[in-house]
């Protein structure tokens, strides 16, 4: 149909999320190594309209609200050539351990998030 496909969007969420993490200094498989994992628990996209093959995306991605136990990740896909909105969406991450165990957010990790907020 030369359009992308519907499901290529939670890949654009989890490589956009990867980056937003990376710059404010979580690194994830440096996160993971100290045996804290944030595992998707939610996800969702809103399609607005249909991206074509070989079009350039810009995928804005925000955290407005600072975690306790869970985190809240919202992107914007737009075309890069006019900001054409293409989908909108989120996807929500619990904060557990290696064993799978929930628990409450590191301090480390939430000083990062809010020093995110100050910048």
Known sequence: MGIVY?????????????ELLSK???????????????PVITSHCDYKRSAKL???????????????V???????VSLYE?????A???TIHAFTNSL????RIPTEIQARIVESFNN
């Not at 404010?24 to 944030?38: C, D, K, M, Q």
């Open 24 to 38: 404010i200094g979580l690194n994830i498989s440096l996160v993971e190594r100290t045996g804290i994992y944030l």
């Open 100 to 103: 799978g165990k929930p628990q």
């Open 6 to 18: 519907y499901s290529r969007y939670l890949e654009f969420f989890e490589e956009a999320r990867t």
């Open 54 to 68: 070989e079009q350039i995306l810009n995928i804005k991605t925000s955290i407005n609200k600072i975690p306790n």
């Open 88 to 90: 909108s969406g989120y």
């Open 70 to 76: 869970k985190l809240k990740i919202e992107y914007e």
């Open 82 to 86: 006019n900001s054409t909105l293409i």
